[in-house]
């Protein structure tokens, strides 16, 4: 018989043998029951097996996992369930939960205090729910010693309506690893008291609204993968980004040994970058676009051997890019809208990285904010996998000597851009250059805009080519045949340069072509008839050249050409009917060439000849009708504007009524104690007339001075019926914490029944119609043009590309330019478009703008682009150049429809700028200057969107033109 077994050994079995909890499995039970309880719309059913039938029948409900050896609950994952409700601040945990993750749903309320108490929960997740008010540490609940969230390592709260400060208390969650903060209403700093979080890996606090200076005690957390301080990019919908930081990042911050991704585009940041480091570099992603950062590119990024992506677009840095940085090893590199300088060279490694690998979590950041980027990369129309794209953007700098010869690292699979234009490269073409043809199945090229010459030949090397636009140089020479062997070309710019012969016939083989641009040469011969087999084209220019012979009338049949200019030739004949309403623009400076009827040139001369006789007789034959029709209407639109009136009168004395009851003023800063309701309603005398300052669509402005020396502008707008508070409330609260040093302060708003007002800082040099129509008084200077122009071109640009989300103005014109006593522009009513359009009770399509301003193609299709801006930009832009109205009576002489635009076009093309000029101005600047700013105002007034520039663009070239 064995020998039984020790006293010690039984102990231990019964130890490890199962055994049930009934007291746990209990609150388990609860807590469930509980969080059931909390939700009260459950569409899909997900909970609809959850209930109090076993003890145990819990571990079988959708979304819960038990350990196999306890039963205990350890993991609740109900993630984008639909579920709704508010989560009560006491609903209670299962005791062991270890995993709790509810992201996705449309639970409101605070985060229950158990959620943060809990000592065994190591996963929070929580995100883009609707969950409001504070975030709060609490106390560890019941008797434990145990600091609250002791076990904790991720918690991701990123889309909710969090508010107030990030606790200094999170520090005790002492085991995270992830904490995701992003996309809430956060205010004040970065607490410095994160510096304990040993372990944290990811620090996500984007898209909130903090400010003060980067803890440098962020350092301190030396496994740091993952800084996400900004981010530019969101989807529609999506909580914009309204951090603004002050003064630089800490070197130390930037050189954590761990750090991969360190992402804060306009951040607000300034300062120098470090120039060196000690240890190794793991970064793999820099995005610092849009800020102030002076100084040069550190040259120790080269040595950060994993880096595929850096934006350093848009600051202020200096010098030449730095030899050892890999330039062919960069997926994406964007150092454009700087002041860089010098040669550049490109250092390329022996090998480069193969692949990206990492930790799950840092990878899938660095995936989602690099695809958030390269999502409007010019290839997006065509390429379904953006993965696959690289780009090298260093335009609009100072970078001179020869083109460089870079050596890209590419997958053969893979579309490549290359920005070079605006800098002053001076060489000629070589297949040096265009070694990185090789690399990539889909290539874009632009060149333009700087001082390169030679011949083209070398282009036809590169077969992959997409998009090539070499304008603005010096290039010369015939146009090589042997670009007709570039079936993937979609896009040739060659305009502006001293381009001679004749225009390749074989240019008909083209059939990806879209865009052809050999406007400004010296080329001659005939336009060829085999062009317009080229079915795809849409824009095709050769104007300001010296061509002969007729346009051929086949282009008649290409029916997606909407811009065909071939102004300024010696061409005879008739003009095609073109498939699209043609400008006759496009055709004057040919003496030889028949009338342009413009969009009436596709009826045949017979029949516009009868359609106006037949007009002549029905308008006799009614018109005895026509009187007593008149008469009879008049009678009763009397009657009717009798009744009309009283209807009126009555209406406006039930809504002063009713807005007494609603008097309060929101504001979106530190407002003084006299912005009030009553002051201001006392201060514009009850928005009276004297004390009216400018009218326009969205409504009349009026001056307020509530206290000596403190001046505001009121904005009474011209609104209907809202359809509802929330939509006003959100868009007018994004309005309110935009920033810019070109863009009128909304200081706060009020809404009532009868009374809907806009409050901004008052700025006392009027505006820019007055301004410019009383140019003829007063000594206009070439800086004060140059200088609004600057500061107007810089907010738009802002608007379009650095606001999030971003906002298109569809209203731009002189009167919504203000400036102050030092004539300084700003530019006001941005926004209002859209926020008049989300708060009507009935949908519209009608146009936002004022006519003379809007540009074509919203006017016929009222589809919203920032392209319409430009145009409206351009406009405004000749106004200030001319000291005349967009339709000065003037331009009667020249026939209806004769515009600024029309008339600064037809002085361009006839050579003759000077008489566009105001004279004052003429005798200030000079000519040559005025003209290039005339040419900008022109491009940005084109008919065709594709061709017109954006806004970054025209900044960045009257920015340039100041300089020169």
Known sequence: MAAPPPPLLLILILLLLPTPFASSSGDDLAALLALKAAVTNDPSGALSAWSGASATSYCRWRGVTCNPSSLAVEAIDLPGASLSGTLPADLPLPPRLRRLDLAANNFSGSVPDAFLASSTLRYLDLSFNGLSGPLKIPLPLGNSSSPPCAALTDLRLAGNLLVDQIPAKIAQCRSLRVLDLSRNVLEGAIPRELGRLAALRVLDVSRNSLTDRIPVELANCRELAVLVLTNLTASPGEQPEFNAFVGGLPTEVLTIPALEVLWAPRANLDGRLPLSRNGTCALRAVNLGHNYIAGVVPPWFGECHGMTFLDLSSNSLEGSMPA??????????????????????????????????????????????????????????????????????????DLSGPLPSLTVSLDRNNSYGLWLNGNMFNTTLSAGFFEFCKAAATIAVNLSSNQLSGNLDMLSSCISIHSFDAGYNNFSGSIPASISGLHFLRSLVLRDNNLTGQIPGLFGDLAALEVLDLSRNSLTGSIPIHLTDALRLQVLRLDHNRLSGSIPPSFSDLTQLTVLDVSFNNLSGDIPNLRHPADCGFFVGNSLLHQCLGTSASLPPTEATSSSKGAKKWGARFKSLIVILVAASTAVISFLLVILLFFVCERRKRAKISNLRTKMVVTFTDAPPELTYENLIRATGNFSIQNLIGTGGFGATYKAELAPGFLVAVKRLAMGRFQGLQQFDAEIRTLGRIRHKNLVTLIGYHIGDSDTFLIYNF???????????????????????????????????????????????????????????????????????????????????????????????????????????????????????????????????????????????????????????????LDAAGNDRLTEMLKIALSCTSESVAVRPSMRQVAAKLKQLGND
Request: with cysteine.
């Open 324 to 397: 050892e940085l890999a330039i062919g090893c960069l997926t994406y590199l964007n150092v454009s809208a700087n002041s860089l300088s010098g040669q550049l060279l490109s250092s390329t490694k022996s090998q480069c990285p193969s692949s990206l690998n990492g930790d799950d979590i840092v990878m899938q950041y660095y995936d989602e904010l690099v695809h958030n980027v390269l999502i409007g990369n010019p290839f997006a129309p065509e390429m379904g996998n953006i993965a696959n794209v690289a780009l090298h953007d260093f335009s609009n700098n």
């Open 763 to 921: 700025l006392s040099g009027g505006n820019l119609e007055t301004f410019i129509h009383e140019m003829g008084s007063r000594n206009v200077c070439w800086t004060e043009v140059h200088k609004i122009a600057v500061d107007v071109a810089q907010a738009l640009a802002f608007l379009h590309c650095s606001c999030t989300p971003r906002i298109i103005h569809r209203d731009i014109k002189p009167s919504n330019i203000l400036l102050d006593e030092d004539l300084n522009a700003y530019l006001s009513d941005f926004g209002l478009a859209r926020l008049i359009e989300v708060t009507q009770t009935h949908a519209t399509t009608d146009v936002a703008g004022t006519f003379g301003y809007v540009a074509p193609e919203y006017a016929t299709t009222c589809r919203v682009s920032d392209k319409a801006d430009v145009y409206s930009f351009g406009v405004v832009l000749l106004e200030l150049m001319s000291g005349k109205r967009s339709l000065d009576p003037s331009f009667s002489q020249f026939g209806n429809g004769f515009t600024i635009v029309s008339w600064g076009r037809m002085l361009m093309q006839e050579g003759n700028t000077s008489e566009f000029f105001f004279r004052g101005l």
